[in-house]
Each structure stands twice: as C-alpha cells, then as structure tokens.
Nanobody, 118 residues
Framework: QVQLVESGGGLVQTGGSLRLSCVAS????????MGWYRQAPGKQRELVAT???????NYADSVKGRFTISRDNAKNSEHLQMDSLRPDDTAVYYC????????????WGQGTQVTVSS
C-alpha cells in the first residue's frame, strides 16, 4: 500500500522559513518523480516544485530562488525548504509522486497546512 506522509507545516511570519518533509512507502522511491503542490483557499491546486529520479528540478516561477526541493533515496523522503515566505504562500501543501514501475501511477499525500502571517 502506497503512503505519502507529510510533516513540517505550521505558522510562520513573513520572511520566515519552513521545511516540509514527505516520507514515502509502498513503491520504488528511487525511480519515482517526486513533487510538491499547493492549494490556497478558493484556488486550484498548483505545482510548486518537482524533482526527477536523476535529481533534475523544476520550480514554479513564484517560488524560484526562495524554495528548494531535495530528495534522500536512502530514506525514501523528499523535502521542501521554503525561505523568504510571503502571505501568498499560505496554502495546504501536498506531496506528490509519479511512479513508473510496474506501471505509471500518481499518488498524493494528505497535505500539510502552511500559514504565513503578515
């Protein structure tokens, strides 16, 4: 059974930092593309960042230079370091996985709330 368990959300002031973590189980983590999405109240879920199995990264323009995605294949985990946080970063953040073996499937975590106060 696939599980993605996020942690690290919370309340922070503008300009502060948070580090989100996602621990995965139930699939071959090293071969998966991992990512983070977020959904603010009244808005659609949007891509924040992704990291491929080879370590290539991609970021939404709104977080470039402020957020850093990373992965630790030995611990089946990914992380999102969020610096210089702004109120418009407030959202529920979701861990996301695309596995390729034995077939292509997409999985989501349950989400963790990030709130940035002004």
């Amino acid at each position: 059974q696939v599980q993605l368990v996020e942690s690290g959300g919370g309340l922070v002031q503008t300009g502060g930092s948070l580090r989100l973590s996602c621990v995965a189980s139930g699939f071959i983590f090293s071969g998966a593309t991992m990512g983070w999405y977020r959904q603010a109240p009244g808005k659609q879920r949007e891509l924040v960042a992704t990291i491929t199995s080879s370590g290539s990264t991609n970021y939404a323009d709104s977080v470039k230079g402020r957020f850093t995605i990373s992965r630790d294949n030995a611990k089946n985990s990914e992380h999102l370091q969020m610096d210089s946080l702004r109120p418009d970063d407030t959202a529920v953040y979701y861990c996301h996985a695309i596995t390729t073996w034995p077939s292509i499937k997409v999985y989501w975590g349950q989400g963790t709330q990030v709130t940035v106060s002004s």
